[in-house]
T-cell receptor, first 115, second 110 residues
Framework: DSGVTQTPKHLITATGQRVTLRCSPR?????VYWYQQSLDQGLQFLIQ???????AKGNILERFSAQQFPDLHSELNLSSLELGDSALYFC??????????????FGPGTRLLVL | DAKTTQPNSMESNEEEPVHLPCNHS???????IHWYRQLPSQGPEYVIH???SNVNNRMASLAIAEDRKSSTLILHRATLRDAAVYYC???????????FGTGTRLLVSP
Protein backbone atom coordinates (compact mmCIF):
# COMPACT_ATOMS: atom_id res chain seq x y z
CA ASP A 1 0.00 0.00 0.00
CA SER A 2 1.61 3.24 -1.20
CA GLY A 3 -0.53 5.50 0.97
CA VAL A 4 -2.02 7.21 -2.08
CA THR A 5 -5.74 6.68 -2.48
CA GLN A 6 -7.82 7.12 -5.60
CA THR A 7 -11.56 7.03 -6.09
CA PRO A 8 -13.47 5.61 -7.77
CA LYS A 9 -11.72 2.38 -8.74
CA HIS A 10 -13.84 1.92 -11.82
CA LEU A 11 -15.94 4.34 -13.83
CA ILE A 12 -18.18 3.58 -16.79
CA THR A 13 -19.73 6.46 -18.63
CA ALA A 14 -20.92 7.55 -22.06
CA THR A 15 -19.36 9.73 -24.71
CA GLY A 16 -19.91 13.42 -24.14
CA GLN A 17 -20.17 13.08 -20.39
CA ARG A 18 -18.00 14.62 -17.65
CA VAL A 19 -16.34 12.77 -14.78
CA THR A 20 -14.19 13.67 -11.80
CA LEU A 21 -11.40 11.50 -10.48
CA ARG A 22 -10.15 12.05 -6.96
CA CYS A 23 -6.74 11.52 -5.39
CA SER A 24 -5.52 11.80 -1.82
CA PRO A 25 -1.72 11.97 -1.54
CA ARG A 26 0.41 10.33 1.14
CA UNK A 27 0.44 12.18 4.42
CA UNK A 28 3.03 14.93 4.24
CA UNK A 29 3.40 14.91 0.44
CA UNK A 30 2.87 18.30 -1.16
CA UNK A 31 3.18 17.32 -4.80
CA VAL A 32 0.57 15.45 -6.83
CA TYR A 33 0.99 14.10 -10.35
CA TRP A 34 -1.56 12.67 -12.77
CA TYR A 35 -0.70 10.05 -15.40
CA GLN A 36 -2.76 8.32 -18.08
CA GLN A 37 -2.07 4.76 -19.17
CA SER A 38 -3.66 3.49 -22.34
CA LEU A 39 -2.84 0.43 -24.43
CA ASP A 40 -1.51 2.39 -27.38
CA GLN A 41 0.22 5.30 -25.58
CA GLY A 42 1.66 3.67 -22.48
CA LEU A 43 2.10 5.70 -19.31
CA GLN A 44 1.99 9.44 -19.99
CA PHE A 45 2.37 12.38 -17.65
CA LEU A 46 -0.59 14.73 -17.64
CA ILE A 47 -0.10 17.43 -15.00
CA GLN A 48 1.56 18.19 -11.68
CA UNK A 49 0.51 20.32 -8.72
CA UNK A 50 2.63 21.41 -5.81
CA UNK A 51 1.01 22.81 -2.67
CA UNK A 52 -2.04 23.97 -4.59
CA UNK A 53 -0.28 25.44 -7.61
CA UNK A 54 0.15 23.99 -11.05
CA UNK A 55 3.83 23.17 -11.63
CA ALA A 56 4.09 21.28 -14.89
CA LYS A 57 1.90 20.23 -17.77
CA GLY A 58 2.37 17.28 -20.04
CA ASN A 59 0.17 15.83 -22.74
CA ILE A 60 -3.05 16.96 -21.14
CA LEU A 61 -5.98 17.71 -23.43
CA GLU A 62 -7.86 20.99 -23.15
CA ARG A 63 -10.96 18.98 -22.23
CA PHE A 64 -9.13 17.84 -19.10
CA SER A 65 -8.39 19.98 -16.07
CA ALA A 66 -7.14 19.43 -12.56
CA GLN A 67 -6.79 21.21 -9.27
CA GLN A 68 -5.25 20.67 -5.87
CA PHE A 69 -7.20 21.78 -2.83
CA PRO A 70 -5.95 23.30 0.44
CA ASP A 71 -6.10 19.88 2.11
CA LEU A 72 -3.78 18.72 -0.72
CA HIS A 73 -6.16 16.26 -2.32
CA SER A 74 -6.47 16.62 -6.07
CA GLU A 75 -9.18 16.14 -8.64
CA LEU A 76 -8.85 15.45 -12.35
CA ASN A 77 -11.85 16.55 -14.38
CA LEU A 78 -12.45 14.96 -17.77
CA SER A 79 -15.17 16.49 -19.95
CA SER A 80 -16.74 15.88 -23.37
CA LEU A 81 -15.48 12.34 -23.05
CA GLU A 82 -14.52 10.38 -26.14
CA LEU A 83 -14.01 6.66 -26.65
CA GLY A 84 -10.26 7.25 -26.78
CA ASP A 85 -10.25 8.61 -23.24
CA SER A 86 -10.80 5.10 -21.93
CA ALA A 87 -7.69 4.36 -19.91
CA LEU A 88 -6.22 3.88 -16.48
CA TYR A 89 -5.61 7.14 -14.66
CA PHE A 90 -2.96 7.13 -11.97
CA CYS A 91 -2.24 9.68 -9.33
CA UNK A 92 1.17 9.87 -7.68
CA UNK A 93 2.54 11.99 -4.88
CA UNK A 94 5.93 13.05 -3.61
CA UNK A 95 7.25 15.16 -0.79
CA UNK A 96 8.63 17.98 -2.91
CA UNK A 97 8.43 19.03 -6.53
CA UNK A 98 11.65 19.34 -8.39
CA UNK A 99 14.55 17.31 -7.15
CA UNK A 100 15.96 14.59 -9.34
CA UNK A 101 16.02 12.11 -6.51
CA UNK A 102 12.39 12.54 -5.58
CA UNK A 103 10.45 9.29 -5.30
CA UNK A 104 6.89 9.22 -6.57
CA UNK A 105 4.32 6.98 -4.87
CA PHE A 106 1.51 5.83 -7.11
CA GLY A 107 -2.08 5.10 -6.25
CA PRO A 108 -3.99 2.02 -7.49
CA GLY A 109 -5.55 3.95 -10.35
CA THR A 110 -9.02 4.65 -11.69
CA ARG A 111 -10.11 2.59 -14.67
CA LEU A 112 -12.28 4.69 -16.96
CA LEU A 113 -14.38 3.12 -19.67
CA VAL A 114 -16.19 5.41 -22.09
CA LEU A 115 -18.94 3.71 -24.09
CA ASP B 1 13.68 14.46 -22.11
CA ALA B 2 16.65 12.12 -22.13
CA LYS B 3 15.78 8.71 -23.53
CA THR B 4 16.39 5.23 -22.27
CA THR B 5 16.50 1.94 -24.19
CA GLN B 6 15.48 -1.36 -22.64
CA PRO B 7 14.84 -4.85 -24.01
CA ASN B 8 11.15 -5.55 -24.53
CA SER B 9 11.15 -8.70 -22.44
CA MET B 10 13.34 -11.01 -20.37
CA GLU B 11 12.79 -14.36 -18.75
CA SER B 12 14.12 -15.80 -15.54
CA ASN B 13 13.66 -18.79 -13.28
CA GLU B 14 12.56 -18.40 -9.71
CA GLU B 15 15.38 -17.91 -7.17
CA GLU B 16 17.90 -17.02 -9.88
CA PRO B 17 19.48 -13.57 -10.21
CA VAL B 18 18.13 -11.24 -12.87
CA HIS B 19 20.06 -8.47 -14.59
CA LEU B 20 17.87 -5.91 -16.35
CA PRO B 21 19.89 -3.60 -18.63
CA CYS B 22 19.18 -0.01 -19.59
CA ASN B 23 21.03 2.20 -22.05
CA HIS B 24 20.96 5.96 -21.64
CA SER B 25 23.71 7.32 -23.84
CA UNK B 26 22.37 10.91 -23.79
CA UNK B 27 22.32 11.15 -20.00
CA UNK B 28 23.40 14.50 -18.59
CA UNK B 29 25.54 15.05 -15.53
CA UNK B 30 22.58 15.96 -13.34
CA UNK B 31 20.24 13.13 -14.38
CA UNK B 32 19.33 10.59 -11.74
CA ILE B 33 18.63 7.03 -12.88
CA HIS B 34 15.36 5.73 -11.50
CA TRP B 35 13.76 2.31 -11.75
CA TYR B 36 10.09 1.71 -11.25
CA ARG B 37 8.11 -1.45 -11.81
CA GLN B 38 4.48 -2.11 -12.52
CA LEU B 39 2.94 -5.36 -11.37
CA PRO B 40 -0.18 -6.58 -13.19
CA SER B 41 -3.25 -4.46 -12.42
CA GLN B 42 -1.32 -2.13 -10.11
CA GLY B 43 0.19 1.33 -10.22
CA PRO B 44 3.92 1.78 -10.78
CA GLU B 45 6.11 1.13 -7.76
CA TYR B 46 9.47 2.72 -6.96
CA VAL B 47 12.36 0.27 -6.95
CA ILE B 48 15.63 2.16 -6.68
CA HIS B 49 17.53 5.19 -7.93
CA UNK B 50 21.11 6.43 -8.17
CA UNK B 51 23.34 9.12 -9.60
CA UNK B 52 26.88 7.82 -9.99
CA SER B 53 27.62 5.13 -7.43
CA ASN B 54 26.12 1.68 -7.23
CA VAL B 55 23.15 1.50 -4.88
CA ASN B 56 21.58 -1.26 -2.84
CA ASN B 57 18.26 -1.47 -1.05
CA ARG B 58 16.01 -4.21 0.22
CA MET B 59 14.42 -4.71 -3.19
CA ALA B 60 17.34 -4.60 -5.60
CA SER B 61 20.77 -3.30 -6.56
CA LEU B 62 21.59 -0.72 -9.17
CA ALA B 63 24.89 -0.94 -10.99
CA ILE B 64 25.83 2.22 -12.90
CA ALA B 65 28.53 2.20 -15.56
CA GLU B 66 31.50 4.46 -15.00
CA ASP B 67 30.54 6.67 -17.98
CA ARG B 68 26.88 6.56 -16.79
CA LYS B 69 25.66 5.68 -20.27
CA SER B 70 24.17 2.45 -19.07
CA SER B 71 22.91 0.85 -15.88
CA THR B 72 21.70 -2.54 -14.70
CA LEU B 73 18.99 -3.35 -12.22
CA ILE B 74 19.85 -6.51 -10.32
CA LEU B 75 17.26 -8.65 -8.58
CA HIS B 76 19.34 -11.04 -6.52
CA ARG B 77 16.81 -13.85 -6.29
CA ALA B 78 13.77 -13.54 -8.52
CA THR B 79 10.42 -14.57 -7.12
CA LEU B 80 7.13 -15.04 -8.91
CA ARG B 81 6.04 -11.74 -7.39
CA ASP B 82 8.81 -9.95 -9.31
CA ALA B 83 7.06 -10.61 -12.62
CA ALA B 84 6.30 -7.09 -13.80
CA VAL B 85 7.20 -4.41 -16.31
CA TYR B 86 10.38 -2.63 -15.23
CA TYR B 87 10.92 0.96 -16.30
CA CYS B 88 14.27 2.75 -16.39
CA UNK B 89 13.76 6.52 -16.20
CA UNK B 90 16.08 9.52 -16.16
CA UNK B 91 15.16 12.44 -13.92
CA UNK B 92 17.14 15.67 -13.69
CA UNK B 93 17.35 17.99 -10.72
CA UNK B 94 14.59 20.11 -12.17
CA UNK B 95 12.32 17.27 -13.14
CA UNK B 96 8.65 17.41 -12.45
CA UNK B 97 7.45 14.35 -14.29
CA UNK B 98 8.44 10.79 -14.98
CA UNK B 99 8.82 9.94 -18.66
CA PHE B 100 8.03 6.24 -19.00
CA GLY B 101 9.29 4.29 -21.97
CA THR B 102 8.01 0.87 -22.94
CA GLY B 103 9.99 -0.90 -20.21
CA THR B 104 11.09 -4.53 -19.92
CA ARG B 105 8.49 -7.18 -19.20
CA LEU B 106 10.08 -9.70 -16.82
CA LEU B 107 8.66 -13.21 -16.85
CA VAL B 108 9.55 -15.45 -13.92
CA SER B 109 9.04 -19.19 -14.16
CA PRO B 110 8.74 -21.55 -11.19
Amino acid sequence: DSGVTQTPKHLITATGQRVTLRCSPRSGDLSVYWYQQSLDQGLQFLIQYYNGEERAKGNILERFSAQQFPDLHSELNLSSLELGDSALYFCASSVAANRGQETQYFGPGTRLLVL
Amino acid sequence: DAKTTQPNSMESNEEEPVHLPCNHSTISGTDYIHWYRQLPSQGPEYVIHGLTSNVNNRMASLAIAEDRKSSTLILHRATLRDAAVYYCILADTGFQKLVFGTGTRLLVSP
